[in-house]
């Protein structure tokens, strides 16, 4: 079935970088777009952005310009997203979301099971 | 810059039918909006419920159905079960790529 794994849990101190990354199994990475969810602690879904995964090209929602970025390795069928210089305000659990199979791909399914990263020294 | 909303928080007794609703702080939701809606229990990763305003997501019983009601997207639950205790989330389609979840329900069923 289709699937989306995502990498573990991550420590990190504040300024350094992290790579979580969302593998897909179950159908072609390259067919569907895939988006980057943000909860932070006791806090609501974040929208970040999406990466189209046939192109490469990736959107950012407003707030997640910057310091996030979204990249692809088809040949491994991953998306990843990258965080440099990690704030605190950055301590959070990410979600991958493939784009819906249909409707334009205007919705969220199947999810990853999240990452946390959590950011302190 | 256009903020989806919910309800903050509802409840609903068991058996019982509850609407929790998906606006805009300015204008109205349409079908061209896409309203989908996801749950989420604590600890777990969001589960897609209804897409497209009305389309159930596969496995999602059909007590779940979502409609526009007057200017907002709803997502209405008919016979609510205790394990329907959870977190709701609507996303509206916002044009250009963009999507924005709202600030999602809390809903208890007491």
């Known amino acids: 079935q289709e699937q989306l794994v995502q990498s573990g849990s991550e420590l990190k101190n504040p300024g350094a970088s992290v790579k979580v990354s969302c593998k897909a199994s179950g159908y072609t990475l390259t067919y569907y777009g895939m988006n980057w969810v943000r909860q932070a602690p006791g806090q609501g879904l974040e929208w970040m952005g999406w990466?189209?995964?046939?192109?490469?090209?990736?959107t950012y929602a407003q707030a997640f310009t910057g310091r996030f970025v979204f990249s692809l390795d088809t040949s491994v069928s991953t998306a990843y997203l990258e965080i440099s210089s990690l704030k605190a305000e950055d301590t959070a659990i990410y979600y991958c979301a493939r784009s819906g199979a249909t409707s334009g791909g205007n919705w969220f399914g199947p999810w990853g099971q999240g990452t946390l990263v959590t950011v302190s020294s | 810059q256009t903020v989806v909303t919910q309800e903050p928080s509802f409840s609903v007794s068991p058996g019982g039918t509850v609407t929790l609703t998906c606006g805009l702080s300015?204008?109205?939701?349409?079908?061209?909006?896409?309203p989908s809606w996801y749950q989420q229990t604590p600890g777990q990763a969001p589960r897609t419920l209804i897409h497209s305003t009305n389309v159930r997501s596969s496995g999602v019983p059909d007590r779940f159905s979502g409609s526009i009601l007057g200017n907002k997207a709803a997502l209405t639950i008919t016979g609510a079960q205790a394990d329907d205790e959870s977190d709701y989330y609507c996303v509206l389609y916002m044009g250009s790529g963009l999507k924005v979840f709202g600030g999602g329900t809390k809903l208890t069923v007491l």
């Open positions: 300015s204008g109205s939701v349409s079908t061209s909006y896409y």
């Open positions: 990466i189209n995964t046939y192109t490469g090209d990736p």
